[in-house]
């Protein structure tokens, strides 16, 4: 298995451009996430969603859409960039519930982020 | 509001110390407790998780300590090697409907030679 994919890796933007992040997961995890990680700032869960079809927002939702029509995708899309988008995006995927005490989040590695 | 509040923000360790790394909880719903490692450049990986019916999980070097009354939990590293620096996730979920951990800021631990 691939686990947690994402693409880009890197990528720089001019403020006001748009771009899609894109995750996919091969596990038929039905749980999956974006978070965005700031210096000393932990993890911020941006959307989420519990199945295809259902996107929700998590804690820092503004200037991001999701959709989710796959199990496998979960694009995470950027309308007019801004400054303050900057930041590395993890998306995640998991089982509904901890199944068993090493079944937690699978993290993807990253996509690191620059507006300018 | 930050649910969970992790401490130190960073930490220095010798080769074969001890490393300690603290959190603590506020909302009593919280009944699961995973750790996650993250090496530079690369996405947080799940290291060691523990649930509230046990106080001590140990998984080779690394242990967390579970202290249901006070709200906290620690991961103690023993015998740290430089290969565990890296930056340590606490975080804190329900493990019934639906699951989205609260995590903590982050320790970045370094561990010298």
């Known amino acids: 298995n691939a686990g947690v994919t994402q693409t880009p890796k890197f990528r720089i933007l001019k403020i006001g451009q748009s771009m899609t992040l894109q995750c996919a997961q091969d596990?038929?995890?039905?749980?999956m996430y974006w978070y965005r990680q700031d210096p000393g700032m932990g993890l911020k869960l941006i959307y989420y969603?519990?199945?295809?079809?259902?996107?929700d927002k998590g804690e820092v939702p503004n200037g991001y859409n999701v959709s989710r029509s796959t199990t496998e995708d979960f694009p995470l899309r950027l309308e007019l960039a801004a400054p303050s988008q900057t930041s590395v995006y993890f998306c995640?995927?998991?089982?509904?519930?901890?199944?068993?005490?090493?079944?937690?989040?699978?993290f993807g590695p990253g996509t690191r982020l620059t507006v300018t | 509001q930050q649910q969970v509040k992790q401490s130190p923000q960073s930490l220095i360790v010798q080769k074969g110390g001890i490393s300690i790394i603290n959190c603590a909880y506020e909302?009593?719903?919280?009944?699961?407790f995973p750790w996650y490692q993250q090496f530079p450049g690369k996405g947080p990986a799940l290291l060691i998780a523990?649930?509230?019916?046990?106080s001590e999980k140990k998984e080779g070097r690394f242990t967390i300590s579970f202290n249901k009354s006070a709200k906290q939990f620690s991961l103690h590293i023993m015998d740290s090697q430089p290969g565990d620096s890296a930056t340590y996730f606490c975080?804190?979920?329900?493990?019934?409907?639906?699951?989205?951990?609260?995590f903590g800021r982050g320790t970045s631990l370094i561990v010298h030679p």
């Open positions: 995640a995927s998991s089982y509904p519930t901890p199944r068993t005490d090493l079944r937690g989040q699978y």
């Open positions: 596990m038929n995890h039905n749980y």
């Open positions: 969603s519990v199945g295809a079809g259902i996107t």
């Open positions: 909302n009593t719903a919280f009944d699961y």
């Open positions: 523990i649930r509230p019916d046990v």
């Open positions: 975080a804190a979920s329900r493990s019934r409907g639906s699951y989205i951990p609260t």
